[in-house]
């Protein structure tokens, strides 16, 4: 209240709306200036933040590399030796796609229903 009296007064009624129109603006263009400022860090904190989350990604995939190497290498790597892959090894085992053997795990030694007994009629 006494800034606006004392503007009142000494800059007068006539000249007061452009006075504060002109005071508006200088804030406004305070407030852009310290938002871009504080963008400004807080984009610089992000960026830092993520190379350090790189770094630590980096060191542990060459750590999970390091402790278990790759069995079988992809076409086109290097082997032990340097030299580029040209096949893939085949698997140890071929895999099976037979369904797996019916058991009662729970019971051992009881036998499953026989289907063919056990067929029960739909009406």
């Known amino acids: ?7 009142l007064i000494f800059i ?3 000249e007061l709306p452009t006075a504060m129109r002109t005071v ?16 400004g860090i807080e984009n610089m ?7 350090e989350m790189e770094k630590r990604w980096r060191d542990e995939n060459e750590r999970i590399m390091r402790d278990h190497p790759v069995a079988a290498p992809y076409v086109g790597a290097p082997d ?6 040209t096949e893939t090894p085949p698997l ?3 895999p099976s796609h037979a369904p797996p053997e019916a058991t009662m795990d729970d019971e051992p030694g009881l036998p499953l229903p026989d289907p063919e007994t056990h067929k029960r009629e739909l009406p």
């Open 1 to 7: 209240m006494i800034i606006a009296l004392a503007a």
């Open 12 to 14: 007068g009624p006539k």
């Open 24 to 39: 508006g603006r200088w804030v406004g263009r305070a407030r852009a200036h310290a938002r871009h400022f504080t963008a």
């Open 45 to 51: 904190m992000r960026e830092a933040e993520l190379e």
């Open 80 to 85: 032990a030796l340097g030299a580029p892959v």
């Open 92 to 94: 140890a085992t071929e």
